[in-house]
């Protein structure tokens, strides 16, 4: 299965049991009464994945049909203090400015933010088909593919995107990352923390995604359907984006997924320059502190992106 580094690398045991413990009857109730008073719970599913949210897919059925919904709610405790930024309400005004784009994106049905009805805030979503993606039949079509639904989240209205979303800000701060112990190449690392703590290169800002990889992409039948997960929606450089996909590509595929990438976007949106390498050491140093500690063949392949984004900018 390919996922992303916050699914498969960071240190997520602690909060996998609250992530999927069963909602409580409260917020199944205003689930149900959102899709239709009249309605019927048929299941109640949890959905791996992710470190803040609990995700749950409800079945409601009602007189003429059955659906099938996302309830999404903040159950880790500390999400106030440590991603004020990114609050529900926050994800939900992201979904209002979805809503009227031409990405393929789930619909907000319904926001608790307060809460009232539920036991935490929480915001309840249609379910869209597809699958996360494991190792693509056709990487060049995969590829081209996720570049092409980026490029719709960037023509978003960069006027009500700048008014509606919280600007880009990095995880983490220059006092809180080291290099890892197991890197192969420290002095690489040592410049890339100094160099990516640094000013960011001047690029004008677009409506972000800010955490898009393939794991928060869903796939049918080897097709793009859905784009998920914004939580962290921003007002920042597309390049973000454009990063962040990178990383993680590199860590599933090998760097020429990367650079197949970024060659995909380039040749959809017409952009003439490369990017620029600072934002790929700004996403890579962004993981640091939640790494593991020991080595592993995708921290292996995230070591070597990082070695030859630092030599790029010497």
Known sequence: MLVSMTDSIFRAEAATETLLRLPPREAVEWVRRSVDRGGRVLSIEPLAGGMSHGNHLIRVETAHSTHEVVLRRWVRPDWRETDPEFSPAQEAAAY??????????????????????????????????????????????????????????????????????????????????????????????????????????????????????????????DELTAIVDWTTASWGSRSVDLAHMRANLAMSFGVEAADGFLSAYRSVVGLPADLDPYWDLRVAVDFLPELRSEISPQLARLDDFVARAVAALL
């Open 96 to 221: 209002g400015l979805l809503a009227s784009s031409a990405v393929s994106a789930p619909c907000l049905l319904a926001t608790d933010t307060e809460p009232i009805e539920c036991d935490v805030p929480a915001i309840l979503l249609t379910r869209m088909p597809g699958t996360r993606p494991t190792k693509p039949a056709n990487m060049s079509s995969f590829l081209a593919q996720l570049a092409a639904a980026l490029q719709l989240v960037h023509e978003i209205s960069p006027r009500l995107a700048s008014l509606t979303l919280p600007p880009y800000r990095p995880y983490y701060v220059r006092d809180q990352l080291r290099a890892p112990a197991w890197t192969r190449w420290p002095s690489a690392w040592e410049c890339a923390i100094e160099m990516a703590t640094g000013p960011e290169p001047a690029e004008p800002a677009v409506f972000i995604h800010r955490d898009y990889h393939p794991g928060n992409t869903l796939w049918a039948d």
